[in-house]
């Protein structure tokens, strides 16, 4: 089945204590994206990546980190979270440019 | 810095009706469009994707994409309880890269 995973799906973590989200598509797409999600403020793109070893900054990059060293992973790294990085994270993917993409189930994160 | 505006709603149409839902964006470089559908505590799902102007229609959907004015619609014919969700609007400039910019989406209520 053509899918995007993220886990966890589901962390409470603590202010200061570095974490990873990990993100894997099976659909052999180039690209994939990091969002966070908040309440009256939508989808907002955090990091995106074109290619292997290839990422970019979206609008809202400070305070995360990604690496792309394979085309079917995206790991989201948070170093020292932050109460105001608590959001709900969606992983998504996309075979090349301007393509639709497709979205993993969602991770909510709790940070206190 | 696009901005993606989306009237937040809520719509209501009784069942078998039509719903509009329009979204406008801020410049006139964006190449392609889509319409998701997010159902809440889940990830957003593609309906639609339009990249030329005019109708592109899919089932009860029908998108509409008018660059000139900067707007893009959805139309939902024979509304369904079960198409009530929050619809969101997202624009993408491939040619500069593959950023994604969401508006903050229009709630929809189905009434039986």
């Known amino acids: 089945e053509a899918q995007v995973t993220q886990n966890p799906r589901y962390l409470i973590t603590v202010t200061g204590k570095k974490l990873t989200v990990t993100c894997s598509q099976n659909?052999?797409?180039?690209?994939m994206s990091w969002y966070r999600q908040d309440p009256g403020l939508g989808l907002r793109q955090i990091y995106y990546?074109?290619?292997?070893?290839?990422?970019d900054k979206g609008d809202v990059p400070e305070g995360y980190k990604v690496s792309r060293k394979e085309k079917r992973n995206f790991p989201l790294i948070l170093e020292s979270p932050s109460p105001n990085q608590t959001s709900l994270y969606f992983c998504?993917?996309?075979?090349?440019?301007?393509?639709?993409?497709?979205f993993g189930p969602g991770t909510r994160l709790t940070v206190t | 810095q696009k901005e993606v505006e989306q009237n937040s709603g809520p719509l209501s149409v009784p069942e078998g009706a039509i719903a509009s839902l329009n979204c406008t964006y801020s410049?006139?470089?964006?190449?392609?469009f889509f319409w998701y559908r997010q159902y809440s505590g889940k990830s957003p799902e593609l309906i639609m994707s339009?990249?030329?102007?005019g109708d592109k229609e899919d089932g009860r959907f029908t998108a509409q994409l008018n660059k000139a004015s900067q707007y893009v619609s959805l139309l939902i014919r024979d509304s369904q309880p079960s198409d009530s969700a929050t619809y969101l609007c997202?624009?993408?400039?491939?040619?500069?890269?593959?950023?994604?910019?969401f508006g903050t989406g229009t709630s929809l209520t189905v009434i039986p």
């Open positions: 990546s074109m290619n292997v070893e290839v990422t």
């Open positions: 410049d006139r470089v964006s190449q392609s």
């Open positions: 997202a624009v993408n400039d491939w040619t500069t890269g593959n950023q994604f910019y």
């Open positions: 998504a993917s996309s075979l090349g440019d301007g393509d639709e993409q497709y």
């Open positions: 339009i990249y030329s102007n």
């Open positions: 659909m052999n797409h180039e690209y």
